[in-house]
């Protein structure tokens, strides 16, 4: 970037850091910055799979923050008494989509299910990602192979293509998209960190608000425009926590 | 198919009845063995998980995690446990040479564009036609989790079950037709049990192999009309 030496020169160009600031993602100081205005009713897609890729601390303030009635897509449904586990516990979720809700721990979710207090859609795991990605982008529905004849498909259109048998799926779009990466720059690009990988470059096409926590921010230029796996323009708020 | 004892150095390759029925590791030494050099290959949750330990260290085999990596290594112990890097079980694991990452829609484009020459799955039943179910009892108070259970069946280009041949009650789980809800139809290549292995073809079951018993005698204990 242009330094302040260049400052003799008659016609002095346009510096680019000035530039850059224009277009900087919202960079959030505090979790509760990170997560405001999310209204009641929200589609919410929350990355992750088990903890690799988990924004714990964004599903944290947004417990604190109120929203209700959500529907939540997301792979599981949640572990022990942290997380998406306690946002279930503070019945703010009307609606599960997920491919594995039962797990060991996944006793505050079994237990609002088995008392009809939550619903629950149950996805294949790649329809589940294949859905969030159709939403991003701007496919109107797919033919899948997947659950072809099974309890999932039920009551689905099918279509038959070269005499192989494929099931409609639709789209799966949220109003918000909470993922975790690994390092973000200023502008909002995204590198995430081995399997943490999982949902998040998928969930970041798929909503209207996108906010990613990682570990650290850095400076625009500092990532290789090489290894960014999502590009700054589907990010809108990124929050630096450290230790996570 | 490549004769006996290329990997596991478990199997005698002598003629004659072999001794069974088999144990969990000797099913999936099996497994490991009829698995092709260098193939790309999916381990599901369970017992597959078991074949990892009899792949022989220069069977080229790349193992795919549906998380998001190829050239998947061991469990991580001790000092080599990242939270970032798990395996579809959420197991801490390492990652070899070669290794790299992708998102969920990359792996199960992978896995349904065909690009994986094998999957090994658990089973609760597979039937004549292979028809395969191990996502749900169905019953009424159980809660259907599926993972990408119905991904893997249908997408990999060979699937290998690994199971009992019977239920701890004695029941049959290669049977004429699935009673638990099923993960995928007609997706079957392959089924490994402690009694046989059986191939699912479209002629029928066939015995490839059997262990401390005979096709007759399977052919008398189960429903399916066995060849």
Not at chain 1, 50 to 73: E, H, S, W
Not at chain 1, 91 to 117: A, I, T
Not at chain 1, 152 to 169: H, M, S
Not at chain 1, 204 to 217: G, I, N
Request: aromatic share 6%; proline share 6%.
């Amino acid at each position: 970037m242009p330094g302040n030496t260049a400052s003799h020169q008659l016609s002095e160009p346009e510096p680019l850091a000035s530039y850059c600031e224009g277009v900087t993602v919202q960079l959030c100081t505090d979790p509760d910055e990170a997560v405001a205005g999310i209204a009641d009713g929200s589609t919410i897609l929350v990355g992750g799979f088990g903890m690799a890729g988990m924004p714990v601390t964004l599903i944290d303030a947004l417990i604190r923050q109120g929203a209700g009635d959500l529907t939540i897509v997301s792979n599981n449904a949640g572990n022990g008494d942290t997380g998406l586990a306690a946002l279930l516990a503070k019945r703010r979720v009307r609606r599960v989509v997920c491919s594995f809700p039962r797990q060991s721990d996944s006793y505050v979710f079994d237990e609002l299910y088995r008392s009809g207090s939550v619903e629950l859609e149950v996805v294949p795991q790649g329809t589940l990602a294949e859905r969030m990605r159709a939403a991003g982008a701007g496919i109107g529905a797919f033919y899948c192979p997947t659950g072809v004849g099974t309890l999932l498909a039920e009551g689905k259109e099918t279509r038959v293509i070269d005499g192989r048998t494929y099931v409609l799926e639709y789209p799966i779009h949220g109003d918000v998209a909470l993922i975790g990466a690994y390092r973000a720059d200023r502008m909002g690009n995204l590198v995430y960190r081995k399997t943490a990988r999982n949902f998040g470059p998928v969930m970041a096409t798929a909503a209207t608000l996108v906010v990613a926590q990682v570990r650290e921010v850095v400076e625009t230029g500092g990532i290789d425009p090489e290894t960014v796996v999502t590009p700054s323009i589907y990010v809108d708020r990124v929050l630096e926590v450290a230790d996570a | 198919m490549s004769g006996p004892d290329v990997r596991s150095g478990n199997m005698s390759g002598a003629s004659g009845p072999r001794p069974g029925p088999l144990s969990k590791h000797d099913i999936a030494a099996l497994v490991a063995r009829d698995i092709p050099h260098g193939a790309f290959v999916n381990l599901g949750i369970g017992l597959p998980t078991l074949v990892a330990d009899h792949l022989a260290a220069d069977s080229g085999v790349v193992l795919h995690t549906e998380n998001g990596m190829l050239n998947m290594g061991p469990a991580a112990h001790g000092d080599a446990v990242d939270p970032d890097l798990t395996n579809a079980g959420k197991i801490p694991v390492t990652e070899l040479p070669g290794a790299s990452y992708f998102h969920h829609a990359d792996s199960f484009a992978m896995m349904r564009g065909g690009h994986l020459d094998c999957c090994v799955l658990g089973g609760f039943q597979v039937s004549a036609a292979g028809d395969l179910a191990n996502w749900h009892t169905g019953e009424p108070d159980a809660i259907p989790a599926v993972g990408g259970a119905m991904d893997l069946a249908i997408g990999a280009r060979q699937v290998f079950v690994m199971m009992t041949l019977f239920t701890k009650d004695g029941v049959p789980k290669l049977v004429p037709r699935c009673t638990y809800p099923v993960t995928g139809l007609g997706c079957v290549d392959r089924v490994y049990t402690d009694h046989a292995v059986f191939d699912i073809t479209e002629q029928g079951v066939v015995v490839r192999e059997a262990f401390g018993t005979t096709a007759d005698e399977l052919a008398g204990l189960l429903e399916v009309p066995i060849r």
